[in-house]
């Protein structure tokens, strides 16, 4: 029988994993999502068929495994809210939250519970998610193996043995996307100034964004190479590759990915004083 995951929160990240569950197999009526305001609940029950809940603990009742989907600000006070409900029921936790780390959330939520941390990110909305996973010493390979199965329905996941390696996930895979759409803005935005229309320079821009990740993802070649069999010596590709190289682009998201980790770090510290 399928295990009752309930997601505490319903926001983006929760709808995205319950939506994939669903896609691909998963009964609804295993899955419950609890959030405050029922106005919020309804389409979701209208469109996904799931259980819903306004109070937490009424949601972790049932519940072999609790996806924490709250904003990493608020999670203490939900944890708090919902611990008696955890202790008695001894769930599997994964959580989604940004920098929060296993320690913190098992004590926030009394001890002693097999914690999963999760780090996905927005592509999970079309299937299309990166998620890295780490499980406390807590967690056996029955629970890990539900947990590759709940995010594998959005997207491709990789386990980390460190907890810390969590935080390089996030620099190269949950805020990433971000980064993609910024270059995403800058070509279209390029192109605009060079002439054309901004609505072809972002089908052009974002299709070969596609493409070229669908050639790395094929595997015949890696990006290097990718990239070399566009420059064809002294052509366009070449000028425009050796300008950003000289430019520091490496550089530049080297730096990139390491305010972000330390930002998941630091996030994680600060609230997990609480
Ligand atoms: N958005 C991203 O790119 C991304 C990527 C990776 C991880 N995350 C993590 O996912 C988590 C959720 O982010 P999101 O983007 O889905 O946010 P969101 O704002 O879309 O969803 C948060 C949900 O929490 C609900 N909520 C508020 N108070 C609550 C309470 N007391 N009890 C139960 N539910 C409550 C809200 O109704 C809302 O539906 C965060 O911890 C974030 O760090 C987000």
Redesign the pocket.
């Known amino acids: 029988m399928a295990s009752n995951v309930t997601f ?9 994993i319950f939506g994939g569950m669903i896609e691909s197999g998963y009964p609804r009526e295993a899955i419950t999502a ?4 029922d106005a ?1 609940l309804a389409p979701l029950r209208e469109r996904y068929g799931i259980h819903t809940e306004t109070d ?1 603990n009424a949601g972790v009742a049932n519940a072999d495994v609790v996806v ?5 600000q ?2 203490h ?2 944890c708090a ?1 919902m611990r008696d409900a955890t202790q008695d029921r001894k769930p599997l936790i994964v ?6 780390t296993a320690e913190t959330l098992e004590r926030w939520l009394g001890g002693d519970l097999p914690v999963i941390r ?5 592509p ?1 909305l079309v299937g299309s998610g990166a998620s890295g996973l780490y499980a406390n010493r807590l967690v056996d390979d029955s629970q890990k193996s539900i947990a590759t199965t709940l995010m594998e329905s959005v997207g491709i996941v990789e386990w980390v043995d460190e907890e810390v390696l969590l935080e390089a996930v ?1 620099a190269v895979a ?2 990433a ?2 980064y993609f759409y910024l270059v995403f803005e800058a070509l279209e935005e390029a192109g605009v100034k060079l002439g054309l229309p901004a609505e072809s320079a972002r089908r052009l821009a974002v299709q070969t964004g596609l493409g070229a990740a669908r050639m790395v993802q094929q595997g015949d070649a890696d990006p290097a190479q990718l990239r070399r069999n566009v420059m064809s010596p002294n052509g366009t590709t070449e000028r425009a590759v050796t300008h950003l190289e000289e430019a520091g682009l490496r550089q530049i998201f080297l730096e990139a990915a390491e305010v972000c980790a330390a930002r998941a770090r630091e996030m994680g510290e600060e609230l997990g004083k609480q």
């Open positions: 505490i929160g319903a926001g983006n990240m929760a709808s995205a609890t959030s405050p305001d919020m937490n924490l989907a709250v904003k990493p608020i999670m006070d939900v809210a959580s989604v939250a940004a920098g929060l999760c780090m996905p990110n927005t999970s996030t949950g805020s996307p971000a």
